[in-house]
Structure formats: C-alpha cells, structure tokens
C-alpha cells in the first residue's frame, strides 16, 4: 500500500446495499415480434453495489470500516450489448426494506459516512438522530429531499441539488464532468473518456471521506474525489478503486 496512507482511519457506515448483475450479451438483430434488440448471451457478472461500493472503496484507502445495512436483497440486473458497453435494459428486483433497527455502536470513529439511496433503510427521522448526536464529521449522500442543514456535509449531484429543500451551505454538488462545487467554489473535474458512470458517486464520496480525514480541509479532499470518480467513469459497470488507482490519486 502507498506510504502516504499510513494512518488508518475508523469509520461507520450506514447505508442501503444491493447486488448488481451485469448480464452481458452480443446483438445482431431486432426481434421480429417487437421494435427491440436481441441479446445474444455471453456472460454474467456479480458486484456490491450501493453502501457495498462506499465500502469496498473506503477499504481501497486503507480505511477500517463497519457497516450497518438491510438485510434484504435487492438486486439491479443490467442487459448490456459487450461490443459497445450500451445498456439495453436495466431490471430491479426490489422489497420493501425494514426501517434501520440497529443501536449505533459505542465506539469512537473518525466519521460516519450515510449512504442512502431512500429505499427505506434510513427513515428521515433516524438520519437526523444519527447526525444530530454524532461527536464525529458526518459525511451524506442522500436521495432524501429534507436533509440535516448542520453538522455534516452532504454529497449531492446536481439534479438532487434541484429537488432539494430549504436552505443549505454544508454541500458539495456534483456536477459530472465539470467537477464538483464547495462553498460557491468549483473545483474542476478530470478530462477522460467516460465509459460507464454506474458507481461513480459511491467512488466519490468515498475518495471525499478520506481526503477529507487525511488532509482536514474539504479544499484538498474534493479534487482528490474528482480524481476518484474520473478513475471509476473509466471502467465498465460497478467499480472498486485499487492499489494502483489509488497512488495516482496522491501523485
């Protein structure tokens, strides 16, 4: 592991998780009982998504994670043309997921990081708890329209942004290739060839929560995010951040 990620930080986090399939195939033709495309299969491959990809990624830094998530599946299965990477077809198998019953551990972490996709994991209530009574930096993601306006930062792309209500100067909004904004400062994004961005803000507020721990100021951790999410958009489907990735992000 790179020598600049020595300390090894604890950190809890809670989030809603699933499976994502990746069903890949080659096509030829259309159907000729319907306007749709016929996908020859080839191939099927299995990855954590959602808080499983904040954590694999966490655990790309270095970063000694706990995790509290649901415990029922679901599953986001995605039909892909393999010459082109195109996406044909996504299916979700989705439950209704049991409100979070899990008491917060007593312990000292170095943050809390909340992933939440609002499937039912995370109600608006116990969010607020959580951050409310945290003695740590709370880092968000979340797809919830009324979020904590203190005492934590909160990651959100920009058509979240829109949605979003009330009024908050805790966020940094994601606004793809262009980068990522902080306190009405924007902090360019890298240039590549974006190949798939499925994961990429898993890999970003990951690659935040660290830089944030090692450095102290949000002005060096988002470009080190930037970084992160550029690395993720150039691979295909749900990403994990190596040992490799993660030197070229402090080079």
Same mark, same amino acid.
Request: aromatic content about 12%; hydrophobic content about 35%.
């Given at each position: 592991?790179?020598?600049?990620?020595?300390?090894?930080?604890?950190?809890?986090?809670?989030?809603?998780? $699933?499976?994502?399939?990746?069903?890949?195939?080659?096509?030829?033709? *259309? /159907?000729?009982?319907?306007?749709?495309?016929?996908?020859?299969?080839?191939?099927?491959?299995?990855?954590?998504?959602?808080?499983?990809?904040?954590?694999? /990624?966490? *655990?790309?830094?270095?970063?000694?994670?706990?995790?509290? %998530?649901?415990?029922?599946?679901?599953?986001?299965?995605? @039909? +892909?043309?393999?010459?082109?990477?195109?996406?044909?077809?996504?299916?979700?198998?989705?439950?209704?997921?049991?409100?979070?019953?899990?008491?917060?551990?007593?312990?000292?972490?170095?943050?809390?990081?909340?992933?939440?996709?609002?499937?039912?994991?995370?109600? %608006?209530?116990?969010?607020?708890?959580?951050?409310? /009574?945290?003695?740590?930096?709370?880092?968000?993601?979340?797809? #919830?329209?009324?979020?904590?306006?203190?005492? $934590?930062? +909160?990651?959100?792309?920009?058509?979240? @942004?829109?949605? *979003?209500?009330?009024?908050?100067?805790?966020?940094?909004?994601?606004?793809?290739?262009?980068?990522?904004?902080?306190?009405? +400062?924007?902090?360019?994004?890298?240039?590549?060839?974006? @190949?798939?961005?499925?994961?990429?803000?898993?890999?970003?507020?990951?690659?935040?929560?660290?830089?944030?721990?090692?450095?102290?100021?949000?002005?060096?951790?988002?470009?080190?995010?930037?970084?992160?999410?550029?690395?993720?958009?150039?691979?295909?489907?749900?990403?994990?951040?190596?040992? #490799?990735?993660?030197?070229? *992000?402090?080079?």
């Amino acid at each position: 592991m790179n020598t600049q990620l020595q300390k090894s930080f604890k950190v809890l986090l809670i989030g809603d998780s $699933c499976t994502d399939r990746y069903v890949y195939g080659e096509v030829k033709r *259309l /159907n000729p009982e319907a306007p749709v495309p016929i996908l020859n299969y080839k191939r099927t491959e299995i990855r954590q998504g959602m808080c499983w990809n904040v954590y694999n /990624n966490l *655990l790309a830094f270095g970063v000694e994670v706990y995790m509290l %998530t649901n415990e029922e599946k679901i599953v986001k299965t995605r @039909y +892909i043309e393999e010459k082109t990477n195109q996406q044909i077809l996504r299916l979700d198998e989705e439950v209704s997921l049991e409100p979070m019953s899990y008491e917060i551990p007593d312990e000292k972490y170095d943050a809390i990081v909340i992933s939440d996709y609002d499937k039912g994991f995370i109600t %608006t209530e116990k969010l607020f708890h959580i951050v409310y /009574n945290a003695k740590c930096p709370v880092f968000i993601d979340s797809k #919830k329209q009324n979020l904590p306006t203190y005492n $934590c930062y +909160i990651k959100i792309n920009d058509i979240e @942004y829109q949605k *979003l209500k009330g009024s908050y100067d805790n966020l940094i909004v994601t606004r793809g290739s262009a980068g990522a904004e902080y306190d009405g +400062i924007l902090y360019p994004g890298e240039k590549v060839n974006v @190949y798939d961005v499925v994961g990429a803000g898993d890999t970003f507020l990951s690659a935040l929560v660290y830089g944030y721990l090692k450095y102290g100021r949000m002005e060096e951790a988002i470009p080190i995010a930037n970084k992160a999410s550029a690395i993720a958009v150039s691979h295909p489907g749900t990403y994990v951040l190596i040992e #490799k990735d993660v030197k070229q *992000l402090f080079n």
